[in-house]
């Protein structure tokens, strides 16, 4: 059974750093799936902050490009999402998603990023 654990979410101010983390378990096919961290803000509908393939491949949202960052250790089963010049807007839970090489997607229970003063 597939397992996405976050950690690393906390509360920072705005400007400030964060570094997100996603350990897989049970999948293998890990270094074959496309990775992803995704967010969702109070009534606000979940959204794509970043993914990543197979190879170096990476995908942004332009709100977000040329402050985060996306990376994987394959041999650690591991995602991890660099966070930097964080703003209000940035807050929000943020998961982290597999899509396995079948096209099936797992999901992370969330972890809570707050950018307040």
């Known amino acids: 059974q597939v397992q996405l654990v976050e950690s690393g979410g906390g509360l920072v101010q705005p400007g400030g750093s964060l570094r997100l983390s996603c350990v897989a378990s049970g999948s293998w096919w890990f270094s074959i799936s496309t990775m992803g961290w995704y967010r969702q803000a109070p009534e606000k509908q979940r959204e794509l902050v970043a993914d990543i393939g197979t190879g170096i491949s990476t995908n942004y949202a332009d709100s977000v490009k040329g402050r985060f960052t996306i990376s994987r250790d394959n041999a650690k089963n591991t995602v991890y999402l660099v966070m930097n010049s964080l703003k209000p807007e940035d807050t929000a839970v943020y998961y982290c998603?597999?899509?396995?090489?079948?096209?099936?997607?797992?999901w992370g229970q969330g972890t809570q990023v707050t950018v307040s003063s």
């Open positions: 998603n597999l899509r396995s090489p079948v096209g099936r997607a797992y």
